[in-house]
């Protein structure tokens, strides 16, 4: 078995492609310029995360590694921080976060601990508000499941998910009257107040809104194929089908687990 690479001779590669003989692109490259890239990474992470394939996830790992690594570089080259900086943060952070396992505190569930690591943040930042510094750029689902997540740590928060059921029925019923007015700006007020009330729905059972919208997607795309594949099978166009004859066809899509 060939012997593998360690991190730090992972750290000279980059040094190497950033070097005055190395490569073209690489040199070229800011922070600024590789912020998509990072993003991308981490999808493709989560992509092969849930895919269960470890080989995958080794991959994608070593991918988004990579992306931390050029950008350290980066800022080493301006003497600004290195890796070794980046490591020491992040080691001394997570020591300071975690009292419950490097101190004498203690906490026995994950809602203590989750609401301890609010807390502390908000120690650490006086100035700084309880929903802390949840980026704008997190998909919406993501972003509001945080932000209500970090309220509810301080009791903003229902106490029953019965509670949450209702919110979203009266939400409902707003959209339902701006529909009727017809009004653009109002539907959408409304619509985003009863997503967010969905967003909160999901944390009362714990599910994650973006999962649950992506496995719904991700249904509507199977049902959607197989009322294709069904109709080709049939000889007929969707566009000359019925809605009638459509809708049957999801419905044995349905049946047949898509």
């Known amino acids: 078995m060939p012997e593998r690479a360690s991190l730090e001779e992972l750290v000279e590669l980059m040094r190497r492609l950033r070097g005055k003989k190395g490569c073209p692109w690489d040199k070229k490259q800011t922070p600024e310029t590789l912020k998509t890239y990072i993003i991308e990474e981490a999808y493709e992470l989560v992509e092969a995360i849930e895919s269960g394939v470890p080989d995958r996830v080794a991959d994608e790992l070593g991918d988004l590694l990579f992306q931390i690594i050029f950008q350290a570089q980066i800022f080493s080259e301006k003497k600004q921080f290195d890796l070794s900086e980046v490591v020491d943060r992040i080691h001394r952070k997570m020591v300071a976060r975690h009292p419950h396992v490097f101190g004498g505190k203690k906490v026995a569930t994950p809602e203590q601990v989750k609401k301890q690591w609010v807390e502390i ?5 006086p100035e700084s508000s309880v929903l802390g510094e949840v980026p704008s750029t997190l998909p919406a689902l993501l972003r509001a499941r945080r932000l209500t997540d970090n309220a509810a740590q301080v009791g903003f928060d229902w106490e029953r998910t019965g509670q949450v059921v209702g919110k979203i029925r009266e939400e409902m ?22 997503l967010f009330a969905v967003v909160n729905l999901s944390r009362f059972l714990k599910v994650n809104p973006e999962d649950a919208l992506k496995k719904a997607t991700l249904r509507f795309e199977d049902r959607f194929h197989y009322i294709e594949s ?13 809605l009638a004859e459509m809708d049957a066809l999801w419905e044995r899509a349905k049946k047949k687990g898509k």
Request: net charge positive; glycine share 8%; no cysteine.
């Open 173 to 194: 019923k707003e959209l339902e009257k701006a529909v009727a007015a017809a009004g653009r700006k109002e539907q959408e007020h409304e619509l985003g107040d009863l």
């Open 121 to 125: 943040k908000k120690k650490s930042r």
């Open 230 to 242: 069904s109709a080709k099978a049939l000889g007929r166009e969707l566009k000359d089908m019925s």
